[in-house]
């Protein structure tokens, strides 16, 4: 018997076609895609893709979809400065158009466990794409216990999707979401986010996370800062999902 670990690079490709694009804001995107071919992942996971006709040119993104409520795969691409992968996702690639897509990759994704544990979601720009689709899961699994998504950014144009969220929130009394601003945008007469960084704000209201499942998406210095805090405030290693986010040109 022989016993290799998984290759991501051995991942079978499969080909998707575009089916949607929405400006969510001025540099986030939403791109909608249709599988040919069943694609079976869980809501948070990410796949690879590959630009058009450059094989050398694949970037990681997350999706916010639901794989049995959805018929497509979603993700959300925010526009990075000189990001060739990025830029083109937003300027080049057309509806209609196919792109090869390998996956699904990580494990940030909703796990039932004892439903009535708290559920604590922290993400930063477009690191709210898979716990769009974490916090979805869990509503349609009817999670029990409390939830509560902090989304952070720089300025208000950071932040999106926020009227569906608190529709959400206003939905379901077990869902919380609190969005938070931190820099030198921040506005400081905005009547609805919570000024400050969203791991500090979390655990302001969140000292003791004991038995809580905790989910970090987004800035890697977010993400690798608050896995530490959640941890010192009680978060057990096995129940600390992260995924940061590298911007890479």
């Known amino acids: 018997m022989t016993i290799v670990l998984p290759d991501e690079n051995i991942a079978p490709h499969v080909e998707a076609k575009v089916i949607e694009k929405t400006n ?37 993104y997350s999706l916010a979809s639901q794989p049995v409520a959805d018929s497509f795969l979603e993700i959300h691409v925010s526009r990075v400065p000189q990001g060739k992968m990025s830029n083109w996702l ?101 009547d609805y986010a919570l000024l400050g960084r969203v791991q500090d704000q979390a655990l302001k209201l969140y000292p003791d996370l004991k038995g809580w499942q905790v989910y970090l998406c987004g800035n890697p210095a977010m993400v690798e800062e608050a896995k530490r805090k959640v941890f010192m405030a009680g978060a057990e290693l096995g129940d600390i999902h992260a995924d940061p986010f590298v911007a890479v040109p």
Do not use: M
């Open 24 to 60: 969510l804001t001025d540099v986030v995107v939403r791109i909608r895609l249709h599988c040919k071919q069943p694609f079976d992942y869980l809501s948070g996971q990410f796949i690879h893709i590959q630009a058009d006709n450059d094989a050398s040119l694949i970037r990681s």
């Open 90 to 190: 937003h300027d080049g690639l057309a509806i209609g158009q196919e792109i090869s897509i390998s996956g699904p990759f990580g494990d940030c994704y909703y796990s039932a466990g004892d439903q009535q544990n708290g559920l604590l979601l922290l993400a930063t720009g477009t690191g709210l794409a898979p716990l769009w689709g974490v916090l979805h899961d869990a509503l349609e699994k009817r999670h029990a216990g409390p939830i509560h998504l902090f989304h952070g950014g720089c300025s208000l144009s950071d932040l999106y999707l926020v009227d569906e969220l608190r529709d959400l929130a206003a939905k379901h009394d077990n869902f919380n979401y609190s969005p938070c601003l931190d820099g030198a945008g921040a506005e400081t007469d905005c």
